[in-house]
């Protein structure tokens, strides 16, 4: 076969109707490119994910361990103040990465979803991993919801508490009310208490 046959052959399988087009346009080939990004996008996805859940599960441990052990030092008040002030600037970086991490765990649902639609076989359950997560319904004595938010808001809020407690009962409110100062800096520590958990519920609701 000449060159020219080889082109002209060439060129015909390219026209629409051709065999060679008929199957670039193969329904299953799309289905698997589909398939293959949609699972790159999972890997990545999950990866993040799965990275803000480890943070998350380290300041867990270390916050409120490193505020028990702040506490219980006799430091000057200033020192108190730096705590707490360490403390809310990785409080605010826990809520961020809290908003991060819904959202992500929104968008695996959503892929979760996108892979039982590519797959020629149906899921049980008809879905993955995270689209078949139980609901969070659970109530603990019949009052409190069971959430993960909930939780990392009293952990957080709780250790906020601890150090506004040291430093108000360190601080000059002992010369000032030198009979009742520590009952005024545990009130104090309370009010902080609510405040701060409230706020943090009230942010990671609007996250979802």
């Given at each position: ?20 087009a ?20 999972y ?101 409190f ?17 601890a ?19 520590r ?26």
């Amino acid at each position: 076969m000449n060159k020219r046959s080889r082109v002209m052959r060439t060129q015909r399988a390219d026209q629409p109707g051709s065999a060679a087009a008929e199957e670039k346009l193969d329904p299953s080939t799309s289905n698997a490119e589909l398939s293959r990004l949609a699972e790159l996008d999972y890997k990545t996805t999950f990866d993040a994910w799965r990275q803000l859940v480890d943070i998350r599960f380290k300041l867990i441990a270390l916050v409120p361990t490193g505020s028990m052990v702040g506490v219980a030092q006799v430091l000057p008040w200033p020192a108190y103040a730096a705590g707490m002030l360490f403390l809310c600037g990785i409080t605010l970086y826990e809520i961020r990465n809290t908003q991060v991490h819904d959202a992500l765990g929104k968008r695996l649902v959503q892929l979760d979803g996108e892979f039982a639609n590519l797959e020629s076989t149906p899921r049980p359950a008809g879905g993955g991993p995270f689209s078949t997560r139980p609901s969070g319904r659970l109530r603990l004595f019949g009052v409190f919801s069971v959430w993960h938010n909930r939780a990392i808001a009293i952990v957080y809020a709780t250790s906020i508490a601890a150090w506004t407690w040291r430093l108000l009962a360190s601080w000059r409110i002992n010369i000032h009310f030198a009979s009742n100062g520590r009952g005024l800096a545990a009130l104090g520590a309370a009010i902080i208490w609510m405040m701060t958990y409230r706020e943090i519920i009230r942010l990671s609701k609007k996250s979802d």
